[in-house]
């Protein structure tokens, strides 16, 4: 079952912080995310494995509230190079390969 | 290392056609993985497979096979192109049956049935 992205969009300015939600209704192992700029491919940014951990690069983290199947992506201070679509993508807790199921996307843009 | 290559980067086909959507990696993942992407839905799994010999299908599977003979192609068939199948379509590969250190994505290939 797909997860549920909030919001679909946000227009910040540079040097304001975003939070992105991402929110399943099922039991979830991890929970991955990627940002995709326009006419390229999705590109791996962290997964977060159930456990509660955060974790990230500077000003680029995230979070996994395993109780409340829930993850946010912090971005503080943003730049222009931050604008894209960003996705969640969650594995279920269950055994066996476990296929990542994409979000609709959270389109961010940055102005000067 | 080239990562995930796929060929072509843009198809137009007729109704009816079929073709295949190749797709290749290099870095010995056993995991790969083929998504569509359409305006406002994301990213949906059409197929997939966890090694040589075996796939199994996504969410989406109907219109599309897949074959996996070595570790390295993974080939993406449509069986008689669609206009609803027009679209983006993204190969992936990971090497962790978890999803341990992130899908790799090929850069995509833009399809279009007229």
């Known amino acids: 079952q797909q997860p549920v992205q909030s919001p679909q969009a946000v227009i910040l300015r540079e040097g304001e912080d975003a939070v992105i939600n991402c929110s399943s209704s099922k039991a979830l192992y991890s929970v991955h995310w990627y940002r995709q700029k326009h006419g390229e491919a999705p590109v791996f940014l962290m997964i977060l494995l159930k456990g509660g951990e955060q974790k990230g690069h500077e000003k680029i983290s995230a979070s996994f509230n395993e109780k409340k199947q829930q993850s946010s992506l912090y971005l503080t201070a943003s730049q222009l190079s931050y604008s894209g679509t960003y996705f969640c993508g969650t594995q279920l807790n269950s055994g066996g390969y476990q296929k990542v199921t994409f979000g609709t996307g959270t389109k961010l843009q940055v102005i000067p | 290392n080239a990562g995930v290559t796929q060929t072509p980067k843009f198809q137009v086909l007729k109704t009816g056609q079929s073709m295949t959507l190749q797709c290749a990696q290099d870095?010995?993942?056993?995991?790969m993985s083929w998504y569509r992407q359409d305006p406002g839905m994301g990213l949906r799994l059409i197929h997939y497979?966890?090694?040589?010999?075996?796939?199994d299908q996504g969410e989406v599977p109907n219109g599309y096979n897949v074959s996996r003979s070595t570790t390295e192609d993974f080939p993406l068939r449509l069986l008689s192109a669609a206009p609803s199948q027009t679209s983006v379509y993204f190969c992936?590969?990971?090497?962790?049956?978890?999803?341990?250190?992130?899908?790799?994505f090929g850069s995509g290939t833009r399809l279009t049935v007229v």
């Open positions: 497979s966890v090694g040589a010999g075996i796939t």
């Open positions: 992936a590969s990971s090497y962790s049956r978890t999803g341990g250190g992130g899908y790799t």
């Open positions: 870095m010995n993942h056993e995991y």
